[in-house]
């Protein structure tokens, strides 16, 4: 950057999960062009096998060198740093403050791409300067870069964002605010199926299913704790009739509301209250992406109310409903990780010890293989975070499952127990998926927006070759209606092969061809979403075909 563009003032420029980044303050955004041309320099740099040297000096030393320089974010960091002295680290006549460590010289860089470019402001603040964020990353083998930038075009083709316009699933605009969305109607119909899935499995699971507000009373949030602790994420209070009211940002004190509203008896443990709870958080505009990061959510909710005793059998079940879920999705592969006690915590080191030891044995019983995060829990108990991998190996945070010994105490929960004694139920909270609009999102990009046929918006377009087979191609849309097979019929006066390409656009899995010969057979020539002909069947064989792979929900 500094061969090149030496008027360009550095900011900051840390390694990062994947790869690294460097902001700079330039006139302009980087043009592609640059951005080669910085990447041809860098790797003429990488050839001059130039030595990295630390060097330890004073933080008036490090002040007269960036001031001569005309660093000035480099003077504004040095100023928040107390200590007396700093590192600073020399790369031919390149200088930069640096923590380090670094590689002994530029030569052990190899393979490296320049990704992505970006604005962002000074310090993460819209108040400060936009800044050029250049994005890079390098591997020690040329055939691990190609890799990585293969993953990374297959990311791109899969963003949910994009897909999620390109096949007309959801929207997002501004005349209704950023974060908030609309289900447009495929979108919708796959939330359906997602929707009634899941009440079914839960239902088998033996859940019970609620429904409750989306506003409740100021009070009942600060009987949770939740105006205490959670005010950050809440939007403003809303006044009623001169009571206040509070958008509700969890299902919890609702479901604990429930359980107190009667008497309970060991006999009602454990009880499993389920619901598809839509709430509000305010996240900063800045921070929303997509349908992961959103205001105004579904959480496929539940809280469990059991005993100590039950607590361990509760855990397992609640996992093997989790994996029995993800596998219906496709999803095979999980990263699970177990948090323990944190410094400030709700309850007892007795009850915290034996809640932790529920989890992690609940865990082993099942051979999940997991990591210990300690002191990585909530305040109020211990939890277990499931991540699933996709088809491209990302990671993606879903399911938490959550024990909590707070919220039973300040809601006052009770249970007269089997010797007659009163006791305190313990609670689950868990979300599988955490939320519809994040899975919907992941499910986008795992599938590329080919969703498999169970969950296809629309699993069949019936396309007859020409005006005279509409009514031939209506019959056989009536059948796969009597069916419950969601289908189009492409009415439209439109060339054949036009139709044929719309509906690979749309992705749609299935495409049946209707003409003369099919209707003189009763028969559909069928093709497959990118597998191409399947050749002629009679309509009732192509239903039979469909039926079964909606029922063992295959690709
Ligand atoms: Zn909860």
Redesign the pocket.
Same mark, same amino acid.
């Given at each position: 950057m500094k061969r090149l563009f030496p008027e360009a003032k550095l900011a900051i420029g840390p390694a990062i999960e994947e790869g690294f980044y460097y902001d700079f303050d330039v006139k302009s955004p980087f043009t592609e062009e640059e951005i080669a041309r910085i990447e041809e320099e860098m790797a003429k740099i990488i050839e001059e096998d130039i030595p990295f040297v630390r060097e330890e000096i004073s933080k008036k030393e490090a002040e007269n060198i960036f001031l001569s320089l005309g660093e000035e974010y480099k003077l504004e960091l040095l100023s928040d740093i107390d200590d007396k002295n700093v590192s600073i680290y020399r790369n031919g006549d390149f200088v930069d403050l640096c923590r380090g460590p670094h590689l002994p010289s530029t030569g052990w860089v190899k393979f490296l791409k320049l990704t992505s470019v970006a604005g962002a402001y000074w310090r993460g603040d819209e108040r400060n300067k936009m800044l050029q964020r250049i994005y890079g990353i390098s591997f020690p083998k040329k055939k691990e870069l190609k890799e990585y930038l293969h993953k990374l075009d297959e990311a791109k083709k899969r963003d949910h964002r994009i897909l999620g316009t390109k096949l007309n699933l959801f929207m997002m605009d501004d005349s209704i605010g950023p974060g908030l969305v609309i289900w447009k109607p495929e979108g919708a119909v796959v939330r359906g199926i997602i929707e009634d899935y899941w009440k079914s499995i839960h239902r088998k699971w033996g859940y019970q299913y609620i429904y409750t507000p989306h506003i409740a009373r100021l009070s009942l949030w600060e009987t949770s704790g939740h105006t205490e602790f959670y005010s950050d994420n809440m939007f403003q209070p809303i006044d009623v009739e001169g009571q206040m009211y509070q958008l509700k940002p969890?299902?919890?004190p609702f479901?604990m509301a429930y359980f107190r509203s009667e008497k309970r008896s060991y006999r009602d443990l454990p009880m499993r209250l389920a619901e598809l709870g839509t709430v509000y958080r305010y996240e900063r505009s800045g921070v929303l992406h997509g349908l992961l990061r959103v205001r105004g959510f579904t959480q496929d *909710?539940a809280?469990i109310f059991c005993t100590e005793h039950n607590l361990k059998d509760e855990i397992i079940r609640v996992l093997d409903l989790t994996f029995e879920i993800f596998a219906a999705f496709g999803f095979k592969q999980f990263d699970t990780f177990l948090s323990t006690r944190p410094e400030k915590f709700a309850g007892t080191v007795k009850m915290w010890d034996k809640a932790t030891s529920s989890l992690s044995e609940a865990l082993k019983e099942r051979n999940i293989h997991f990591e210990v995060d300690p002191g990585e829990g909530v305040f109020y108990g211990p939890k277990i975070d499931i991540k699933v991998r996709d088809t491209l190996g990302r990671v993606w945070q879903c399911t938490t499952i959550?024990v *909590?010994f707070n919220?039973p105490e300040r809601f006052g929960l009770k249970y007269s127990s089997r010797d007659g004694t009163i006791r305190r139920p313990i609670?689950i909270?868990?979300?599988i998926f955490g939320s519809l609009e994040r899975f919907f999102g992941i499910l986008i990009e795992q599938y590329a927006g080919e969703f498999p046929l169970w969950l296809a918006p629309i699993q069949v377009a019936v396309l007859p070759v020409s005006k005279q087979f509409f009514d031939y191609g209506t019959s056989v849309a009536k059948k796969l209606e009597e069916n419950n097979i969601r289908y189009y019929l492409d009415k439209r006066d439109e060339k054949l092969g036009h139709k044929i390409r719309d509906a690979e656009l749309r992705k749609r899995p299935y495409i049946v061809i209707v003409g003369e010969r099919e209707e003189k057979t009763d028969s559909v020539s069928v093709r497959r979403h990118k597998q191409g002909e399947l050749g002629t069947m009679t309509q009732d064989e192509f239903i039979l075909l469909l039926k079964e792979k909606i029922t063992n929900k295959e690709g």
């Amino acid at each position: 950057m500094k061969r090149l563009f030496p008027e360009a003032k550095l900011a900051i420029g840390p390694a990062i999960e994947e790869g690294f980044y460097y902001d700079f303050d330039v006139k302009s955004p980087f043009t592609e062009e640059e951005i080669a041309r910085i990447e041809e320099e860098m790797a003429k740099i990488i050839e001059e096998d130039i030595p990295f040297v630390r060097e330890e000096i004073s933080k008036k030393e490090a002040e007269n060198i960036f001031l001569s320089l005309g660093e000035e974010y480099k003077l504004e960091l040095l100023s928040d740093i107390d200590d007396k002295n700093v590192s600073i680290y020399r790369n031919g006549d390149f200088v930069d403050l640096c923590r380090g460590p670094h590689l002994p010289s530029t030569g052990w860089v190899k393979f490296l791409k320049l990704t992505s470019v970006a604005g962002a402001y000074w310090r993460g603040d819209e108040r400060n300067k936009m800044l050029q964020r250049i994005y890079g990353i390098s591997f020690p083998k040329k055939k691990e870069l190609k890799e990585y930038l293969h993953k990374l075009d297959e990311a791109k083709k899969r963003d949910h964002r994009i897909l999620g316009t390109k096949l007309n699933l959801f929207m997002m605009d501004d005349s209704i605010g950023p974060g908030l969305v609309i289900w447009k109607p495929e979108g919708a119909v796959v939330r359906g199926i997602i929707e009634d899935y899941w009440k079914s499995i839960h239902r088998k699971w033996g859940y019970q299913y609620i429904y409750t507000p989306h506003i409740a009373r100021l009070s009942l949030w600060e009987t949770s704790g939740h105006t205490e602790f959670y005010s950050d994420n809440m939007f403003q209070p809303i006044d009623v009739e001169g009571q206040m009211y509070q958008l509700k940002p969890m299902n919890c004190p609702f479901h604990m509301a429930y359980f107190r509203s009667e008497k309970r008896s060991y006999r009602d443990l454990p009880m499993r209250l389920a619901e598809l709870g839509t709430v509000y958080r305010y996240e900063r505009s800045g921070v929303l992406h997509g349908l992961l990061r959103v205001r105004g959510f579904t959480q496929d *909710d539940a809280h469990i109310f059991c005993t100590e005793h039950n607590l361990k059998d509760e855990i397992i079940r609640v996992l093997d409903l989790t994996f029995e879920i993800f596998a219906a999705f496709g999803f095979k592969q999980f990263d699970t990780f177990l948090s323990t006690r944190p410094e400030k915590f709700a309850g007892t080191v007795k009850m915290w010890d034996k809640a932790t030891s529920s989890l992690s044995e609940a865990l082993k019983e099942r051979n999940i293989h997991f990591e210990v995060d300690p002191g990585e829990g909530v305040f109020y108990g211990p939890k277990i975070d499931i991540k699933v991998r996709d088809t491209l190996g990302r990671v993606w945070q879903c399911t938490t499952i959550q024990v *909590d010994f707070n919220l039973p105490e300040r809601f006052g929960l009770k249970y007269s127990s089997r010797d007659g004694t009163i006791r305190r139920p313990i609670v689950i909270h868990r979300a599988i998926f955490g939320s519809l609009e994040r899975f919907f999102g992941i499910l986008i990009e795992q599938y590329a927006g080919e969703f498999p046929l169970w969950l296809a918006p629309i699993q069949v377009a019936v396309l007859p070759v020409s005006k005279q087979f509409f009514d031939y191609g209506t019959s056989v849309a009536k059948k796969l209606e009597e069916n419950n097979i969601r289908y189009y019929l492409d009415k439209r006066d439109e060339k054949l092969g036009h139709k044929i390409r719309d509906a690979e656009l749309r992705k749609r899995p299935y495409i049946v061809i209707v003409g003369e010969r099919e209707e003189k057979t009763d028969s559909v020539s069928v093709r497959r979403h990118k597998q191409g002909e399947l050749g002629t069947m009679t309509q009732d064989e192509f239903i039979l075909l469909l039926k079964e792979k909606i029922t063992n929900k295959e690709g």
